[in-house]
Each structure stands twice: as C-alpha cells, then as structure tokens.
C-alpha cells in the first residue's frame, strides 16, 4: 500500500546542528510545496535559531531556508486556500504571515502578523473563503465535471460589503484566548481577541473548522482524558472599522476510554485533537495515550430526538417531527490499543460521504481520500478509514519491526531510539504523504491508489484519472498523481484524459483548455515512447499564448464597433477564404484594424520569428511524417493549431508592410523566393487536409514533393524544443528509493528516460536561450533568470524592455509559467 519514494536528509556535520524543534510542524501546500521547521543550534550552543523551510516536492534538495524571526518554537504552519501565503505561530504568541517574494517559490518574506503577547498560539487557521467542493467517488463514472465535483453552498467566515469573503487567520491560545486578524483590502491588519469561556483555563489542544452557515468551531482540551473535550462557536465580524468576536458553548464530550471501567486510567493524557476535516465541524478525531500506547476515537456530532416524559406526553402530545431536538456527540468507532501513536496526517480531499454510516460502496471502499494517517513511535504508519478507523494500509519504517509472525528472536536489536515522524502531512490528493523525523530528514512516500488492495488496472488507472480531473477543475498541482504513473499507463491516461474532457460543454472546455495540454506534457514525460510529444505540448501552449497575444493588439478602427472583436473576425474570415495566396486572403480584412506603432512591431519580432521557424520545421518535416518519435508529429493532422499558424501569417504579412524588420529572417538560397507566400501556400493545403476532425485526408503527393524541395530552398532552423528537466519525478519510476541532500543537487543517475530526450534538448556550450522571450541569453548567462518548477522553462527575471506590447505578454508569465508551473529563481551559475 506504500512505499518509499525519496528521503532527503541535511548534511551531517561532525556537531549536528539541526536538532528538532519539539513540536516539530510541517505543512503541504495544494500547489505541492511543503513547508518545515527545525530549529539550528549556534556554535555556542547558547540559543537557538528557528527555521522555516520551504521545498517543492519536484526538486526537494532545492530547499528556501529562512530564519523565522520567531523567538520561541514554531508551533504551528497553515497554507493558505491558494497555496502562495504561508501562517507561522509560536510559543510566544505571534503570529507571522509569509509570502512569495516576485512569485518565486524559492524567495520568501514576512509582511504582516499579529500577536497576543506571551501566550502560546496551539492552533491556527486561514479564515474559509466560502469556497467548498465535494468530490463524489461513487460517480467517477459520469460523463459531466459538475456531477463528480460539485460546489457546495458554504458561506465564508467573514464577508465583506459585496459578498466578497475577507481574508484573516483565526488561533487559539494556550491560555482559552481566541485571536482573529482580518486583512483589509490596503494591506492593514485588524485584530481582535477575546476569551473562550467566562471561566479560562488551559488549552493543551485545540483545533478550528467551519461551518456551512460561516461559523467557526473551536475544539479544546486542558490535555488530560479525564477533563471534557470542550466546543466553541464562535462568530466573527465587522463593526464601525472594529473586528469583534461572539462566542457559544456548544455540547462537549468525554473520551469513551475514561469512562469505561476497565481502561479508566490506562490513557491518562489526550495527545491529539483534531477535527476531520476544515470544513467538518460534527465529527472529531481523539487521541489518547500513555508511555507506549495510544488508542484513536472517531466521534460525530447528531441531531438527536429529546425523549420526553410520558407525563409531558398526555399534556400536549408532540405532534410530527415536533420532538424537541439536541445536539449530541456520538462515538462512531475505537480502535483497539495501538503502539504509541506520534503524529496524524488528515485527508485533505472533500469526499463527500454521502453513506455516512460507514457502509462505503465496495469500488471506493480503497479510495486513498477515505484514509487518514497515524504514525507511531516504532517508525510505523498505518492508514485507517476516516470514520470506521479499519485498517487499509501499512508502511514499516526502517527501524520498526516486520509482520509479527517472525519469532521475536531473529528480530535485530535497533541500537539507539528508533525514529519516527514527528510531523507529517498527507498531500491534496491523499497519493503521497511526507513525515519529518527528530533529524529534520524528509520522507516522502507513495500510496498506493488502490491501498494496496489487489484491484484490477483499471481500477486504479480510474482513480487516478479522476484525481487527475480534480485538480484539472480545481487548478490544483498534480505532482502526487504523477508519482504514479508508470510508462505503460501514460498512453491510457492521455487518451481516456482527453475523451472526458470533451464530453464537457464548450465554456468549460474553453477555461480548462491550456491545463489539460499542460497535464498531458508531463504525462508524456514519463514514458519513452510519448516522450517528443511533450516537445507539441509545450509549442502548443506557446502557440495559444502567442496567438492570443498577438490578437489582442488589434485594435477595430472606429468606435462603434461591430459585434465581432478584430481577432474573431480575423479567425472568420481565414477558416472562410480557404485560398492558398496570401495576399488574396489578406485582401478580405480591414487592414487599418492592423496598425501598430512601429516599437511595438519591432519588439514583437522574436515571437513573430519563432511563428516562422515554426511553420518552415513543420512544412519540412511533413515528408517524413511517419515518425510519431519525431517532435512536431502530432501538429501535421491537428486542423485548429495549423488554422492558428495560418491566422498568424496573415497578420505578419500586414505588420511586414508597415515594418519589414519585423518579419521573420529567412536564410533562402535563392532571392526570388517570396518564402512566406511559399510557406503559405504548402500551410494552407496541408491545413485543408484536417481542418475537420471527423474527416482528415492524406496529404497528396504534389505537396509533399513540393515540401521535400524545402531544404534546398530554405534553412530549415533548429527549434530549440524543451528545457532540460533536473526534477525527481522520472527518477522515481523504476521504483527505487531515491537518496537526497538539502543543498544539494543529485547527479542525474539512473535517468532513464533522458537518453531519449537528449535528441530535443540543446547540447551544453549552445547559447542557452529564455524559452519565453526567445531571445539568447548566450552559453554564460549574465542575467539572473528564473526557471519552472514543473517543465524547467527559463526566462529572465528582469525585463529588458520598455515596450508596452511586450510588457503585456510579459505580464502573462509573471505568476506562473506557461504550463501552469510554479517559478524558482536559480543560481547564475546555472548550466
């Protein structure tokens, strides 16, 4: 059910100096960052210094390490609904709110927070957005997005004039204080704090969720198991400026191992306190322990019929559903002792358990989001059913002991405490976990999709396409899926990917249309034989961005403007004219819509260049077409990225009358040739060959003769094709356990798919080239640059240029890189 994929450990100084924070905390991020403390020892030995650090799980060595600030231990880390803030709180009450400097995931910085001063902060939470899906399992089948991931009418906490929900953070202190600061729209923060309950008391435990109707709930224990787990709500808002909070005692409950007579003290302390999810305030999961053993209690809050005295009955007799109602905690199920359980990982999927008594159909009985995680102190973890809390997986660590039935002898003595996760989270998918140990080491693990249970293939490849289409809906980062995949399932994937995405209506399709190529490019990547195909994925999504782009600068010539936008009626208009010359086409547009100043005509020439070489290499590469290995293969039969390409000559060939310096160069052994009229025409016949989906011809021979006459006519250019890819992902795929250093880059040892891609990515020595301005950047680069996080895409950080129509396309890839990817900044010296 699970297995190791990688550990990453600090390098071992003679005096380590990482020693854990107690507690230690980590937090993962639904874009696939994970955030972790330790704390660092001074040579002095004096004081300690506390560490947040910052990894994205592709390229874990590649460690943000940022000295917090925090004077006392980090207890807790929550990542914001979007993933790009982060919330540090310690044991001085303070609270720090970080995020990404530049919108690089490796450069970090704290702008705001807030504080009750000297009270330890022992839960933290982001306010809810109102913003709530549910994943329906039992529907994975279903032909629509909106049957398996449907919205749930869920009110944010706070919500601003508008409707709009306020951002802010809620926390529990140790002393029974609650703490809400809201962000204003101009960067100020508003903080209120008020006390639990008339009577404060410590708080050894807490935790925070939310309600549909926008209440928040706050749970609490004073950490012994014999004192009642205590409910709050609490309710939030805005009054004349001021933040002001209300709060409600709501029924509480005992853990059922106290009250029973047998075990009355055999648990004596609550070590975990933990709602089931952010948005499930009625159900509660409850950890008690003693030196070496703990047992877990699920419990759930129902409505329940009051029953009334049979005096009472004959009175006035209760008529209907008038019974009189409560409010009552329920146990849904106990474990049996367990070894002592050290940290818990809750599933982070909102699976919507509409069979709430525990009876799961059987197909989604193994679902990886039904689990949750419980580590224990002799390096073990298991994952237990959120409700019924029934075993469906195990991992042995290293140190911990294998199946029982090996007599106890043979079992090596482990020299030295065993170790085991201190802290640990389950990612957004539920399909890998990472656990922090005492040494501050990262282990991430993979879990299996069908839980290890022998499902058929096609089981598990369904749960994964349909993960695969959650975070395609959700936008969500798809790392943990790709752990998966193996190279023979890519295929299956892409093609059954596709399928489902075209049963969606044309709006949705529109919205989703450049994530689902980018979730095809890195399926591709993962098997040889798919592997040029990431090359048309990665041009594809270029070719949408510069045709946008490229659209958008037309501007319709007067002010009472038609219906159609200039870039509508130039797709009109050059899917209607099928001619193969250029100039007949060119004759039908208003070409006054065109004019642009020359600046901008100039500086768009190296998008305008890359449109050129691109078209020539295809048109080259047609004769020998056969080759699906070959990059480019799938464009030749794709009528709507051929149509695109044609478009975009169009408009060229108008900009090269205004500005002929803007045209692409063409290297021509003869200088009669008009090349883009050539291009143009062998461009249009092949497009008439597929321009309708359901009825694709070959193309015939004089066009392919006449595109075996390229090479002598023209250069055929080199396209610099893809990035080079340094993350762990095909690493991990024969499924060994990879071993890694914080700082330190692994060699690219037992790559196996890089042979293949070799053949597409620039030889060392060649300029190096920023992949979104196409400009060479030279074999040494100077400038700082910044590369993906996901495909490896490198662009300058700073913009060379003044030029508003390149800082428009410029300001495309500001966040993010064209595949969706997060940026990093990497070190000049990069090769």
């Avoid at 890089?754 to 992949?771: E, L, M, N, T, W």
Wanted: hydrophobic fraction near 40%.
């Amino acid at each position: 059910g699970m297995d190791l994929a990688y550990v990453c450990e600090w390098e071992k100084k003679p005096k380590s100096n990482h020693c854990p924070s107690i507690p230690l905390v980590c937090a993962w991020s639904c874009r696939n960052l994970i955030a972790f403390t330790t704390d660092l020892r001074n040579e002095e030995e004096k004081d300690l210094t506390h560490m947040v650090h910052i990894i994205d799980t592709e390229h874990p060595w590649d460690v943000y390490s940022v000295n917090s600030g925090h004077t006392e231990v980090i207890t807790c880390l929550e990542w914001d609904q979007s993933g790009s803030r982060l919330l540090s709180a310690d044991a001085d009450g303070h609270i720090k709110c970080w995020s990404m400097t530049d919108h690089l995931a490796n450069s970090w910085e704290n702008t705001v927070g807030s504080v009750v001063e000297g009270d330890p902060v022992v839960a933290l939470s982001w306010l809810h957005n109102g913003v709530k899906l549910a994943l329906h399992v039992e529907k994975s089948g279903a032909s629509n997005f909106g049957e398996k991931f449907s919205r749930v009418k869920f009110s944010p906490s706070l919500t601003l004039f508008g409707g709009k929900p306020m951002e802010g953070w809620i926390a529990v202190t140790i002393s029974g204080l609650v703490t809400v600061s809201l962000l204003k729209p101009n960067g100020q923060v508003l903080t209120a704090t008020e006390s639990l309950c008339r009577l404060r008391c410590r708080v050894a435990l807490a935790d925070v969720a939310f309600t549909g109707g926008g209440n928040i709930v706050v749970a609490t224990s004073d950490g012994s198991s014999t004192s009642p787990v205590q409910f709050y709500k609490v309710c939030v808002s805005v009054v004349n400026e001021k933040c002001k909070i209300d709060t409600e005692i709501l029924p509480s409950l005992f853990m059922r191992c106290t009250t029973d007579p047998a075990r009355k003290d055999k648990y004596p302390a609550i070590t975990h306190l933990k709602f089931l999810a952010r948005d499930m305030s009625e159900q509660v999961l409850l950890c008690a322990s003693n030196q070496n053993n703990s047992i877990v209690e699920c419990w759930s809050l129902r409505k329940e019929g009051l029953p009334v005295n049979n005096i009472f009955q004959q009175i006035s007799p209760v008529v209907g559903d008038k019974q009189p109602m409560i409010l009552k905690w329920r146990i849904l199920s106990a474990t049996n002792d367990l070894d002592r359980v050290s940290a818990v990982a809750l599933p982070k999927l909102p699976i919507s358990l509409t069979n709430t008594d525990l009876k799961v159909a059987n197909d989604t009985k193994f679902f990886p989001g039904l689990g949750l995680a419980l580590a224990f102190h002799d390096g073990s973890v298991h994952i237990v059913h959120r409700l019924s809390l029934q075993m469906m997986a195990v991992f042995y660590g290293s140190s911990s002991q294998r199946p029982v039935d090996e007599p106890t002898l043979k079992r090596p003595r482990t020299a030295g405490p065993l170790v085991h996760f201190k802290a640990m989270q389950l990612s957004w998918t539920s399909l890998a976990l990472a656990g922090v140990d005492s040494h501050g080491k990262l282990s991430m693990l993979r879990i299996s999709p069908s839980m290890g249970h022998v499902l058929d293939m096609n089981m598990s490849l369904r749960h994964l396409l349909f993960l695969l289409e959650y975070c395609m809906v959700t936008g969500y980062d798809w790392w943990d899926i790709l752990l998966h995949v193996q190279p023979s399932m890519v295929q299956n994937l892409v093609e059954k990917l596709h399928e489902e995405y075209m049963r969606q209506n044309a709006a949705l399709q529109q919205v989703l249309s450049t994530r689902i190529v980018a979730m095809k490019a890195s399926l591709c990547k993962l098997s040889s034989s798919t592997i040029a195909r990431v090359c048309d994925y990665h041009a594809k999504l270029f070719l949408i961005a510069i045709s946008c782009t490229l659209k958008s600068l037309l501007r319709p010539h007067f002010l009472n403007t038609p219906d159609k936008s200039p870039g509508d009626r130039l797709t009109e208009i050059c899917s209607k004219i099928t001619d193969v010359d250029i100039d007949k086409v060119m004759i039908n547009l208003k070409t006054e819509e065109f004019v642009l100043e020359m600046t901008t005509l100039q500086s768009l020439q190296q998008l305008i260049q890359w449109v050129g070489d691109f078209v020539l290499y295809l048109l080259a590469s047609l004769p020998n077409q056969g080759s699906p290995v070959r990059p480019g293969h799938s464009f030749l039969r794709d009528g709507a990225s051929l149509g695109m390409f044609r478009e975009l000559m169009v408009v060229i060939r108008i900009w090269g009358l205004l500005k002929p310096s803007c045209l692409p160069v063409y290297t021509a052994t003869s200088d009669t040739q008009d090349s883009m009229s050539l291009l143009f025409r062998l461009l249009t016949k092949l497009w008439l060959c597929c321009r309708e989906e359901n009825h694709i011809t070959e193309p015939d021979d004089a066009l392919i003769d006449e595109c075996c006459l390229l090479p002598s006519q023209l250069l055929i250019p080199n396209i610099d094709w893809l990035p080079i890819n340094d993350g762990i992902i095909s690493k991990l795929q024969n499924k060994q356990l990879v071993r890694l250093q914080f700082g330190k880059a692994p060699g690219l040892v037992g790559h196996t798919v890089s042979s293949q891609f070799d053949a597409f990515v620039r030889a060392p020595g060649q300029p190096k080239i920023d992949h979104l301005r196409r400009l060479h950047l030279g074999a040494y680069p100077t400038e700082e640059c910044k590369s993906c996080t996901r495909c490896g895409c490198v662009t300058m950080l700073k913009s060379p240029n003044k030029v508003t129509a390149v800082k428009q396309w410029e300001q495309r890839w500001i966040k993010n890189c064209l595949c969706g990817g997060l940026w990093r900044k990497m070190p000049l010296s990069y090769s």
